[in-house]
């Protein structure tokens, strides 16, 4: 059963910057899409971000683009998420999630999610 732990979650003023990383274990995962996505309180989980198992291509929601980029480092079975430009509209709790399969990016391909990391940014 795979296991995703997030981590790099914190306080930051608008304009500012974040990274978060996730650690997979339990499959193989380079066989397998990742991806990014958070809930903000009353919210419903949406999605952020997503990258294919080569990391050769990616799909962002409307509302990142141009400010997070999403990677992965298939030796260290990782997949980062640096957040630039953050707004106070970022605030949410962001969960790293295993795709179900290696090309699969959208909104349903994701059926693993780790615990969750808090962001929070204030004006």
């Known amino acids: 059963q795979v296991q995703l732990v997030e981590s790099g979650g914190g306080l930051v003023q608008a304009g500012g910057s974040l990274r978060l990383s996730c650690v997979s274990s339990g499959r193989a995962f380079s066989g397998y899409a990742m991806g990014w996505f958070r809930q903000a309180p009353g919210k419903e989980r949406e999605f952020v971000a997503a990258?294919?198992?080569?990391?050769?291509?990616?799909r962002y929601a409307d509302s990142v683009k141009g400010r997070f980029s999403i990677s992965r480092d298939n030796d260290k079975n990782t997949v980062a998420l640096q957040m630039n430009s953050l707004r106070v509209e970022d605030t949410a709790v962001y969960y790293c999630a295993g795709g179900v399969h290696p090309y699969g990016l959208g909104d349903a391909d994701f059926n693993s999610w780790g615990q969750g990391t808090q962001v929070t940014v204030s004006s």
């Open positions: 990258i294919i198992w080569s990391g050769t291509r990616t």
